[in-house]
């Protein structure tokens, strides 16, 4: 990012009032200031166009860090569920959450397997009944299969 | 109905649902779609079989017109 080329100057409320003249140094003052925001806003183009020109990629504003890979801490992730709720599934059918950090909980009668797309096809666990926990979905690829002969009820959070 | 995602009421689908039944979409606080519940035809054509008193112990009496409307 360039450097502004006019400093910015404080205009006192001295230079400003009924008697003051409207000077060189004031008008200078206000050029240079206005100068100085051009820079800020701009970049090094010193140009407005149409496009914005503040992304943050280092050239034209200060670059804004990405989050680093293992950056964020159990302590930093909220806690307080997005929401709660149940779902049903049909014995033999299956159930894709949309995307989300899930905990899931099944009822007692439920015989549910988690599953993952890979490859073209639903892999599944081989341990029915262990769905519980947390889980990452998102939204296609992975999904909930029922396999209890009375149907299964997934009581869930989402974070 | 069987998802077809060439079809425009099943453009929502994830791919990897293609050729499974749908049962029914789940929809969010937000009112936008939010999961899915699906079977193999397998499982639909096994259903079909079953008496009203089996399927309402298996959890498919509310998609009974699903089932009477698949092949």
């Not at chain 1, 549910?112 to 889980?135: A, H, L, M």
């Not at chain 2, 606080?29 to 008193?53: C, I, N």
């Amino acid at each position: 990012m360039a450097l502004p080329t006019r400093n910015w100057t404080d205009i006192q409320d001295g230079q400003v009032d009924a008697d003051s003249p409207l000077d060189t140094t004031l008008i200078t003052s206000i050029r240079d200031n206005i100068e100085n925001l051009k820079s800020q806003l701009t970049g090094e183009s010193g140009t407005y166009t149409a496009a914005q020109e503040h992304d943050h990629d280092g050239v034209n504003s200060k670059e804004v860090a990405s989050v680093a890979d293992d950056a964020v801490t159990g302590a930093k992730i909220d806690k307080t569920p997005a929401s709660t709720g149940s779902q049903a599934i049909p014995n033999g059918a299956t159930w894709t959450p949309g995307a989300g950090v899930y905990q899931f909980v099944e009822s007692g009668s439920s015989y549910c397997q988690f599953e993952i797309y890979v490859g073209g096809s639903w892999r599944r666990t081989n341990t029915p009944g262990d769905i519980s926990g947390i889980k990452y979905c998102d939204g296609a690829n992975m999904r909930v299969f029922s396999g209890g002969a009375g149907g299964s009820t997934v009581y869930y959070q989402t974070f | 109905m069987i998802i077809d995602r060439k079809r425009p009421e099943f453009s929502d689908v994830p791919e990897s649902l293609e050729g499974e039944v749908l049962l029914e979409r789940i929809y969010g606080p937000d009112g936008e779609v939010a999961g899915f519940v699906t079977a193999s035809l397998e499982a639909v054509r096994s259903m079909k079989t079953k008496s009203a008193e089996e399927l309402s112990a298996e959890g498919w009496a509310r998609y009974r017109d699903i089932l009477d409307t698949t092949e």
